[in-house]
């Protein structure tokens, strides 16, 4: 500083500072708009947490259109009035100067300045988005090549096609997939998360404003990629309701245990089953020898556990329905037949060889 | 030997450097299996070239089909194939070889001052693992080629075509290729430099080489275990990505990702070099902050090795873990910002000759700026939840790659082309190659930020018709792009035959490569020169001692006992 | 059973010789400071180390669970 | 890895004392030869370090278990005393090398043949020593599951630098005998010592990876 100070103040050369002062209204013009604009990214903010994600891009909008600015108007003038004249020697050359600490010391500290706030702010935004509130409503979106899938609580079958959620309601989005990576990408909520095989991602919405917006895939997936979209329908209560009666949703837990023939089940082919589905996760031991779920070894006959995690009485049909609809507790989340692509015949095999185990 | 002044640092001094290897002089070992850096450089630049046509028409086979919203030319597999092979194509079979094999053998063993590199036959040997690898890689259109992009994300590249598994061959050979061109640039520079040059005297384009050789030998290889793996699982089942055996998709995501992030600056690093020896040469002023450029070079490739999952936002990594990769990534926008401001004031107060090399430099400084915002809305998490895997990314990573590498290389093929033909091009047919590209560029890969964030996803054959407009207007922006590509073409071909004789400093440029004739002799350097300076003191004598220097050369340079040095 | 035990105790004395062996070759390198020799003595000492894991493994401190 | 510069047939530059001038030249020479191998090291180091680090990941984050549940049944884990004696092969002929090149350089070459003789034997001796936990293991083979994919291909690639080395060392072995080293020259020696160092570090990882872990 005290060096600037000093130093005789030298000519910028021709017009450096109109051109600054161009530069300045320039950037704050562009930076009003930016700042102000309803709709920076040119949708509609259709829910939570959209309006966050806004916010940054405006403030990103504005810094980055800033420094565009700086550097190509800068530029172009440079070029223009330090281009050599024509009349100037063939081989003109220009000022001598090799460095200025001063001004390398600034424009090394400005922009770090400023990623320290970007980062700051970033973070700030990210967490609010962590945050988004959820789980009044928990929703399985489940992705297959080329298509979509969402299991809704006390829906015994999957919804195919269109996803529907009830206004102002905080929704959990637990995505997932069947074969390869797909994508879920809701443009109007800023929101996306990849739906990857064996791995579950969490999404947190509330949807603000009634209306049908796309849900888009992301990630390559293969030959249908271009195509496999959905449509998010965001209605009010009433109408949500009315839709999911029609699904058969009703409130009792009965759930679609029904079809499966329990009697044919044989204890070998439940093994072989157990071995292929199941013991990833769930030992055969008691409930405490715990993988990921619970042991089930002695799951019809466990004195320290006298009903199921969903608090029905162990009996063949509830195990049965546990295994149909998956089930999501405090202790994790059990997918559902339709995830782990086993079919009725398979669950009835599986329910007899746990009540095998019991037995012993 | 060379003689230095008395009190002059010196750098490493080789006496092998005063060895002269005879010429061969039968045609294979002179033209096809030369050991010479020179044409080893110029084979590189040939195939390089010819594979950037190829990709060039793929690209344009890409934008045809985007040309309707149900897609114009062919079926959704074979668009796969097609935009999966330009990407493969572009980064490991056009620019990477390029700016390392191609510029790197040719210019940097001359700048400092060598006769060859390190391991000459080293270098033949890479060499010839680069077209063989693109012979297999464009090959396996014939089975079916990969279909799942440039970064393969298994499961699906799991279920891809055979040409997937030849994939995993050209680009793992490709691969070792570079590694191999890695460590003999680091050796050259580390100890082959010219007496008295010292590493703060090292041209920046050399600076550029050492520190893409650095990211090149230690990244590459972790790319080469990632492909292993998935040639493995491909063809014997063995389970590392597939989550039905076991293994985790997310895992290559990381492998992939610890290679091809660096392998970005792999890509930019030796174009900043180019960059930052055109832009003093034609404002004719020593380059502005010499020593933070070389050292924001530094900078770059280290951090360049800890930002890789900000590529997986969205993939389902420990969201705790988003920060730090958020953090580190904004924090690369520093050193690269010291340099861009650097090249500005380096055009300050210069006396700019306005030559096509010029015009991309400068062209160069505007699109990769903007391809540097665009990267700062990617890397903050919360935007990458919207924009992640969709145009705006095409749109960000076809500004750095296309306005930023591909726009350097133009720049530094028509610095260097009197050096290595001896014959000047058409400036004129240059300006139009600059503002076509420029301007067609931009019409091309604009639209894609908007595209983008209204919800087009990327590697689609079918879009929403919404978004036709813009696509047929990109569409249109890339066909003229495609032909600006050919009046460069045509300028360099009418070059060869006709152009005037260069001479061998044409544009009065004061690195070592200029003192010498053009195209330069066998040795190099009939004498090793000493170096007392940095190259860049326009209006200082030359910084060199000892140096037989070519007819015209020295003359060429402007100083200040020719030329008055003008004040503001 | 019986071979585990021989093994062990082969493994225990072959450990013990050649840390010992190591540790020689290390300290007849430590003054030397050319590249090679750097490079020598980081792998000479991480050899050592290995040693002692094997040691570790036939202590049966290592792995935790008991093999 | 490469030809020396020196062997390119260069001709000998401006009238100085030939044989001094020549030294110089192979020492300089050899410096690079050897800050590039020391260099390639360092990138196959990183090609390890990929597995390894598949190892781990697939192993801390996607395994529920470890060994993995396969059909029910947990799999057995690897047997480490039969591992420790093969390690301690490994080492020793590490240590052996370190002695062959020492008494070469103090020209001691019926030691130097000794000691050369005992590596080589013990690196075979470890490739056997593999081959037949390759036979024994129980972990459901190479493409079986991640426990295996890992195993098999971590050793795999490191038996392959093994039986590499094994040739490497029995060509520098050939060539001493031809008198292609002298006490002065002898970097090839330099170099084999240090890939079978290396060689040996990197199974000192995967032995505590896979057996002690």
Known sequence: MAQRVVKPRTNLGPGFWPVTAFIIVVSAIMSYFTLTSPWPIGLIPAGEPAPATDALFRFLGAVGATIFNIVTIYTIYFGIVFAKPKNALPNAIGVQIHDAPVLEFWWTAIPTILIVVLAIYSTKIWLDIQNTQGDVLTVEAISYQYGYQFRYPRLAQPVSGEMHLPLNTPTTIHVTSRDVIHGFWIPEMRIKADMVPGLINTLRVTPTVPGRYPIICTEFCGVGHGSMKTTLVVQSQQDFSKWFAQQGGSQSSAGGGGGIPLSTGTVDAGKVLFGQKCSACHSTGPFSQKIVGPGLGQIFSDPAHPKLVNGSDPTTQNVANIVKNGFQGDIGTMPSAQMNAISNKDIANLVVYLASLSKK | ?568 | MDLAVIEKVVATLGAIVVFVFALIGLRGEWPKNGLDDIVTKLLLGLMAFGCLLVLLATAGLLPRGGA | MSVSIAKQGYSLGHGHDEDAHEQVIYQETRDMRLLGFVLFLCSDVVLFSAFIFAYIYLRTTVAPSWPPIVGGHQLPRLDTAFAAVNSIVLFGSGVTMHYALENFKHANLRRYNVFMGFTILLGAMFLGGQGYEYAHAQIGGWSGNIFGASFFTLTGMHGFHVFAGVIYLLVLWYQTQRGVYTQERYFGLTAGTLYWHFVDVIWVGLFFLFYLW
Not at chain 2, 221 to 229: C, E, N, R
Not at chain 2, 420 to 427: D, F, I, K, L
């Open chain 2, 1 to 568: 030997m060379a003689t230095l002044a008395p009190g002059v640092k010196t750098g490493p001094y080789h006496a092998v450097l005063d060895h002269i290897h005879p010429e061969p002089t039968s045609f294979i070992r002179k033209y096809i299996f030369s050991i010479d850096h020179k044409v080893i450089g110029y084979q590189y630049m040939i195939t390089g070239g010819l594979f950037f046509l190829i990709a060039g028409l793929l690209a344009e086979l890409i934008r045809t089909q985007l040309l309707s919203p149900n897609g114009a030319i062919v079926s959704a597999a074979t668009y796969n194939q097609i935009y999966s092979m330009h990407g493969s194509a572009m980064v490991w079979m056009v620019i990477i070889p390029l700016v390392t094999g191609g510029f790197g053998n040719f210019v940097m063993p001359l700048q400092i001052g060598a006769r060859d590199v390190a391991f000459p036959w080293l270098n033949l040997a890479a060499f010839w693992m680069f077209p063989v690898a693109g012979v297999i890689l464009f090959s396996s259109f014939l089975w079916g080629a990969p279909d799942a992009g440039w970064t393969e994300y298994p499961p699906v590249s799991l279920q891809g075509p055979p040409g997937t598994s030849m994939w995993c061959v050209a680009i793992f050979l490709i691969g070792i290729s570079s590694t191999l061109t890695g460590i003999n640039f680091i050796v050259t520079i580390y100890k082959m430099r010219a007496p008295g040059m010292t590493l703060t005297r090292m041209p920046l384009f050399v600076w550029g080489q050492f520190g893409t050789a650095g990211l090149s030998f230690i990244a590459t290889t972790a790319l080469a275990g990632a492909l292993l793996a998935l040639f493995l699982e491909r063809t014997f089942g063995v389970p590392f990505y597939d989550p039905k055996h076991g293994g985790s998709p997310v895992l290559w995501q990381h492998m992939f990702w610890f290679y091809s992030h660096p392998a970005v600056y792999i890509m930019i690093l030796p174009v900043f070099g180019i960059i930052s020896e055109v832009l003093p040469t034609f404002s004719r002023k020593p380059v502005f902050g010499y020593k933070m450029i070389a050292f924001s070079t530094v900078a770059i490739a280290l951090l360049g090795f800890s930002v890789w999952a900000h590529h997986m936002f969205t993939s389902g990594m420990v969201p705790w873990l988003q920060l730090p990769f958020m953090i580190i990534t904004m924090v690369i926008a520093v050193p690269t910002g010291i340099k861009i401001f650097s090249w500005m004031a380096t055009l300050w107060g210069g006396s700019i000759h306005w030559t096509t090399p010029m015009l991309f430099a400068t062209g160069f400084l505007i699109t990769f700026t903007c391809g540097g915002l665009t990267g700062f809305f990617l890397a903050a998490v919360p935007l990458d939840y919207h924009e992640h895997g969709t145009y705006f990314v095409v749109a960000h990573l076809h500004y750095v790659l296309y306005g930023g590498s591909v726009m350097g290389l133009f720049a530094g093929i028509y610095y260097w082309w009197p050096k290595m033909t001896g014959r000047m091009y058409n400036e004129v047919l240059g300006y139009w190659h600059f503002w076509l590209t420029f301007i067609a560029f931009n019409g091309t890969f604009m639209p894609m930020h908007w595209l983008g964030l209204l919800g087009m996803p990327r590697r689609v054959a079918l879009y929403d018709p919404q978004f036709q407009f813009w696509n047929v207007f990109a569409t249109i922006s890339s066909y003229v792009l495609a032909g600006s590509v050919l009046i460069f073409l045509y300028n360099f071909a009418t070059s060869f035959r006709s152009g005037k004789i260069a001479g061998p400093n044409p544009w009065g440029a004061r690195t070592l490569e200029w003192m010498i004739s053009s195209p330069p002799p066998y040795y190099n350097y009939k004498k090793i020169p000493a170096v007392l300076a940095t190259p860049y003191d326009f209006g200082n004598p030359l910084p060199y001692i000892g140096l037989e220097a070519a007819a015209g050369a020295e003359e060429a340079t402007p100083t200040a006992a020719s030329h008055p040095v003008p004040t503001l």
